[in-house]
């Protein structure tokens, strides 16, 4: 029951350095995301993908880019790591347009910007 | 304005006895659902119940219940006879637009909950 996976658990980087997390879901689903919790402000959407090869922005999508080059991978890449992009990165999947259909989210992954 | 407000940032309840968790939300929306999520200090988010805005009753899942009040604009969680493990943080959600809006969600800011003996 691998559900979404997120790679790495933890990662400290340096301002200005790159790095990409990779989230893996193994649920056929159509739509994936990725947010970034804060503390007080609860998750915010940064990117999202609605199937393999597409990608839009979501609220907070400034500093990161996203590929979804096969369904089940969603990578979110930091070009040049800043102070401010850390936080916590969840990634999520979801079946498709249906309203009821809950999202199902990986364990986050802790990024530390020094 | 916000769209989702939970006011309550921290709450404690003593086990056994039943708790609610306020949220209200802002939408023009005619179609759209709520979610409450639970995310333990583990850090997973896990997902608890779902609100459509057409259902004419409110969604109930084992201890956890919807008081959904569509014209006070309020989905509030209410976990009867709270067990240590419900010690979490809780966030609402709302997706709106039942179609067509790729499923987005948007969270509030969450309500700790402390279960105590």
């Known amino acids: 029951n691998a559900g979404v996976t997120q790679t790495p658990k933890f990662r400290v980087l340096k301002t200005g350095q790159s790095m990409t997390l990779l989230c893996a879901q193994d649920?056929?689903?159509?739509?994936m995301y990725w947010y970034r919790q804060d503390p007080g402000m609860g998750l915010r959407l940064i990117h999202y993908?609605?199937?393999?090869?597409?990608?839009a922005k979501g609220e907070v999508p400034d500093g990161y880019n996203v590929s979804r080059l096969k369904k089940q991978n969603f990578l979110l890449g930091l070009e040049s790591a800043a102070p401010s992009q850390t936080s916590v990165y969840f990634c999520?999947?979801?079946?498709?347009?249906?309203?009821?259909?809950?999202?199902?989210f990986g364990d986050g992954t802790r990024l530390s910007i020094l | 304005a916000q769209k989702i407000t939970q006011t309550q940032p921290g709450m404690f309840v003593q086990e056994k006895e039943a708790v609610t968790l306020d949220c209200t939300y802002d939408?023009?929306?005619?179609?759209?659902?709520l979610f409450w999520y639970k995310q333990p200090s583990s850090g997973e988010m896990i997902f608890l119940i779902y609100?459509?805005?057409?259902?004419?009753q409110n969604a109930t899942e084992g201890r956890y219940s919807l008081n959904f009040q569509k014209a006070r604009k309020s989905a509030n969680l209410v976990i009867s006879a709270s067990q240590l493990g419900d010690s979490a943080m809780y966030f609402c959600?709302?997706?709106?637009?039942?179609?067509?809006?790729?499923?987005?969600?948007?969270f509030g800011t969450g309500t700790r909950l402390q279960v105590t003996l």
């Open positions: 993908s609605v199937g393999e090869g597409t990608t």
């Open positions: 999520a999947s979801g079946e498709g347009d249906f309203g009821n259909q809950p999202q199902h």
């Open positions: 609100q459509g805005s057409y259902d004419e």
């Open positions: 959600a709302m997706r709106e637009g039942l179609t067509g809006t790729a499923s987005k969600l948007t």
């Open positions: 649920m056929n689903h159509e739509y």
């Open positions: 939408t023009s929306d005619q179609s759209y659902g």
